[in-house]
Structure formats: C-alpha cells, structure tokens
Nanobody
Framework: QVQLVESGGGLVQAGGSLRLSCAAS????????MGWYRQAPGKQRELVAT???????NYADSVKGRFTISRDNAKNTVYLQMNSLKPEDTGVYYC??????????????WGQGTQVTVSS
C-alpha cells in the first residue's frame, strides 16, 4: 500500500505565503514524478507544478515566478512554496506521485487534497 499525506493549506491574505507538503509512505521502491494540481470551485483540475527525480521542474504559466516546487528524496516528500498569493490561487490542492512499489508496479497516486483560500 502507498499513501500520500498532504499538509500546509489554510487561509491567507492576498500577497501572503503558504507552504504545502506531501509525504509518500508505504511499499515504495522508487518515485519518478511528484507534483501538485489544484481545482477551483466549478473548474477542472489543473497542473500547478511538477518535478521529476532528476530535478527538472515544470510550472503552470500562472504560477511561474511565485511558486517553487522542491522535493526531498530521502523523505519521499514534495513541497510547494507559494508566495505572492492571489485570490485566483484559491482551490483544493492535490499532490500527485508516480510511484513504483516494491513489486515493481508503477502507478499514479493522489493525495486527499488540502484547501488553500486566498482572501482579497
């Protein structure tokens, strides 16, 4: 079994910062891609940022220069530092990980989601 547990969401004023964390645990052999998606009310889930095991990162244009994704491979954890937050960043943020388990089966796993609310 593999689990992703997210933390760090909350309510913040526009211009503020939040840091999200997502820790993977369980029968993990390796992790390739880790990333963050978000879903605003009434909208589809969208990519925020991803990072692959080699360190390459990818960001949505809407968050470039404001958000930074990083990972600690020793802890199987991915972080999302969010600065200069805007009301349009409001939504439920989901962690995604592409994990190969100890049976060498690769699957995508999602976290339960954490709410981020940015007030104007």
């Amino acid at each position: 079994q593999v689990q992703l547990v997210e933390s760090g969401g909350g309510l913040v004023q526009a211009g503020g910062s939040l840091r999200l964390s997502c820790a993977a645990s369980g029968s993990i052999f390796s992790i390739n891609v880790m990333g963050w998606y978000r879903q605003a009310p009434g909208k589809q889930r969208e990519l925020v940022a991803t990072t692959i095991s080699g360190g390459r990162t990818n960001y949505a244009d809407s968050v470039k220069g404001r958000f930074t994704i990083s990972r600690d491979n020793a802890k199987n954890t991915v972080y999302l530092q969010m600065n200069s937050l805007k009301p349009e960043d409001t939504g439920v943020y989901y962690c995604l990980a592409n994990i190969q388990n100890t049976l060498l089966i690769r699957s995508e796993y999602w976290g339960q989601g954490t709410q981020v609310t940015v007030s104007s």
